[in-house]
DNA sequence: CGCAAATTTGAACGTAGTCAACAAGTGTGG
DNA sequence: CCACACTTGTTGACTACGTTCAAATTTGCG
């Protein structure tokens, strides 16, 4: 259960139809190659075109007057990007490409004609955009009220279960391919800092690094640590319309 | 153009047509009144009920399990509560009344039944929820990137910026309604370092108090200092289909 | 192999937190 | 109407978590 599309990702909340399955491979006709550190759209672009990433990582963020930089979402196949774009003319934010990947274009009036069209998909759209606002303000409950540690261990276990949900054969080990400065900047800490709560961590034997490689050696006491829980498990959107057959 | 219902937010955005309205409407039947300090739903509690707020301010938020409390989000007039229980069983967080309240409470099929016969509003919901994403991250980013005055600032302007969307008479100067430790809450600091804070912006002749009032003395240094960007307005959803008359 | 990027560590500093005490409101019941 | 309790606001002294700055080391590319 790779996931290489938006439908994948739609296709596990719901049973599609095939109808709504053509309908939702349509938005993703334009693939687009785009290299690593290559930027997709940047802040205040007023490009109105959404995205659905199909392979590689792709990380959302926005640049402060003072230069720093807040990581405000990592973007895993399946995902959308710039859908910013939906209520405001120049994006609120930056979309990078943080290994080479591949995306699907489409406009945004595409997303509408989806919606008229196939009206539970619109639902399910609604849905997926609630998991990833509650995704949100559990960090920002983290980077409000969290010290470092359990932010850097909540990053780790989100991260790998992300990874998971793509490939379940990612089990306590997995490559985070994040640098340091990219934790610290999706964390609220510096990258020196980070460093120091790794360490920390690697000290304390729940996790263990060797060169890109990354092990939660205990995952209950990393959990407990960082305050987790998993909001891609246990969904139900079992309120969505029935599909018209 | 006081905001009273759902439709007044949507009727913001689109031009609504009758039985748009009609619909809208119907998921405020039942008018339920809650009491300042009253819970509407907590953390955990498995009713899929949904509300709008109608009268009064509510806010959202989670206790975490050093007994600390984020805010999440103020809920205001046209608001949606309880959008959580679209995707999850147990809610993810809780709500509570500020003030005394008036909400209007529809089972989550209800929305599906929306979405299905109004495809239109379900893409008009979408844009609202992007909207409350957009705001979501600014306030990430100013948790993780600016220091405590820049954040207590936006609070205000923020604040000041939702009371005047509801009645546009509001101007420098208004009731913020807040205690210290409701804005450290929301802030992601101390009750103390607010009040410090609050007078440091008050000695800068940025802000000046009296009694419960709150006055902006200089805009757009209050903006400056607190790199605010009002994302209520400049909305631009010219991209859903046209009504069907 | 050589160079730039990333990681690691130490030392000094500073922003925000903690603790404590007091003042000013606010509301309630006697 | 006042007394008392409780919440909220205010200020000071001290602490601590995370930052800054700097330098050395490792890693991984081209």
């Known amino acids: 259960m790779t996931i290489g599309c938006f439908a994948d990702r739609v296709g596990e909340l719901i049973r599609l139809t095939a109808p709504e399955r053509a309908a939702l491979s349509a938005l993703e006709e334009r693939e687009r190659h785009v290299r690593r550190n290559g930027v997709l759209f940047r802040e ?9 990433i199909r392979r590689g990582l792709m990380m959302n963020y926005v640049l402060l007057d003072d230069g720093s930089r807040q990581i405000l979402r990592f973007l895993f196949p399946g995902d959308m990007a710039g859908t910013g774009g939906l209520v405001y003319r120049g994006s609120p934010e930056t979309t990078m490409a943080m290994t080479d990947t591949v995306v699907c274009g489409f406009e945004r009036e595409a997303l509408g004609r989806l919606m008229r069209d196939h009206p539970r998909l619109g639902g399910v759209i609604l849905a997926v955009a609630q998991i990833e606002r509650v995704a949100l303000t559990d960090r920002l409950a983290a980077l409000g009220r969290r010290p470092a540690k359990s932010r850097v261990a909540a990053l780790l276990l989100d991260m790998r279960n992300r990874y998971r949900a793509l490939d379940n ?77």
Chains 1, 2 share one sequence.
């Open 44 to 52: 205040k672009d007023t490009t109105s075109e959404l995205f659905i």
């Open 169 to 245: 054969a990612i089990g306590a080990t997995f490559v985070l391919g994040l640098t340091q400065e990219e934790i610290g900047d999706a964390t609220g800490l510096t990258a020196v800092h980070v460093n120091r709560m790794l360490r920390q961590l690697e000290d304390e034997r729940l996790i263990s690094r060797d060169h890109g490689r990354l092990h939660l050696l205990n995952e209950p006491a990393l959990r407990r640590a960082a305050n987790y829980t998993d909001r891609y498990e246990n969904i139900d959107v079992s309120w969505l319309p029935a599909a018209v057959e």
